[in-house]
């Protein structure tokens, strides 16, 4: 991956790849899961983006997210990895407390290539992936322990192929949503936030995802479950947030640790994530 992200669903690809009823999760029968056909692969909260990387979906995907630097980001490597690539790795070489703080003060450029470059340098620099900023909208995240980016120029060029046909896109996932149609796949990764607690909150950016953005998303994606959409959300496994997909309405109810192993929370809770499906 090239993005290090808060709630990332790298985990999720890797231990339980037949969710998504791919062809190449399913070469053996399993569960009784059999592969789809979608018509457009659509991402509102794409964040590092696992899923499609995983997926690698054929037809037209939307990949969206509120983070315009992200999609920025997107967009430049989709257009020129090389570019991107030499750009970075400039970054990498020169890396230094007094650098990274240099870099992260430059909140105004104007060239894509440089705001690109700089993203991505900060964003597998800083503390923990985290992305956040201030009042202004400036990135404020300190500096990380270590740095770990050995991507090579390859991997660059695979992901820009990758994105070929992809409409990458700085939105609100209402946005995203709306223009879903029957026959089309939505994976949903909203950040988890709960009744009591909406502190994830701050682990993106200023505006944007609180309890009412929650149930409003439930909402909508009940709409097109109606309207014949495919659809998987990831969520924190809480009962409040369960209580939004009902069973009734259509939604499957899977509790998942993130390794693919039993184990508890400090409150002896079994699972910390759950996906609700409708298919
Ligand atoms: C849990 S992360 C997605 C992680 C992603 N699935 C991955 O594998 O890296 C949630 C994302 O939602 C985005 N986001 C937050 N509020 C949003 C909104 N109102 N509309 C669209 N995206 C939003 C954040 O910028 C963040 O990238």
């Given amino acids: 991956m090239l993005l ?27 569960k009784g899961y059999k592969s789809i056909k979608y018509n457009n692969y659509i991402e509102p909260f ?85 992305y956040r900023v201030n009042k202004a909208g400036e990135f404020n995240v300190p500096i990380g322990d270590s740095i770990s980016f050995n991507a090579s120029e390859e991997e660059f060029k695979a992901y820009s192929e990758l994105l070929k046909n992809s409409h990458i896109v700085n939105q609100d ?34 505006h944007q995802f609180n309890w009412n953005s929650q149930k409003e998303l439930a909402k909508m994606l009940d709409q097109k479950n109606q309207e014949g959409v495919n659809i998987i959300v990831s969520n924190i496994n809480d009962k409040n947030v369960a209580r939004l997909y009902l069973k009734k309405n259509g939604w499957d109810h899977l509790a998942l640790n993130r390794a693919n192993v039993m184990s508890y929370n400090a409150e002896g809770k079994k699972y910390k994530e759950i996906l609700f499906k409708n298919f």
């Fill in 4 to 30: 290090k992200w808060a709630g990332g669903k790298s985990w999720l690809t890797s231990n339980y790849k037949y969710i998504f009823h791919s062809k190449d999760s399913l070469k053996k029968s399993f």
């Fill in 173 to 206: 996932f209402r946005k995203t949503i709306n223009d879903a149609k029957k026959g089309d796949l939505i994976y949903v990764d909203p950040p988890y936030v709960t009744k009591s607690n909406e502190s994830s909150f701050d682990m993106y950016s200023a």
């Fill in 46 to 130: 794409l964040g590092a983006g696992a899923v499609f990387k995983y997926l690698q979906p054929k037809n037209k995907s939307i990949l969206a997210d509120i983070n315009s630097e992200l999609i920025c980001f997107y967009n430049f490597l989709k257009q020129d990895p090389e570019g991107l690539y030499l750009h970075t790795n400039k970054h990498m070489q020169n890396h230094s407390e007094k650098y990274y703080y240099m870099i992260r003060s430059k909140h105004t450029l104007k060239d894509s290539l440089e705001k690109a470059a700089r993203f991505l340098y900060l964003n597998r620099t800083c503390y923990n992936g985290i």
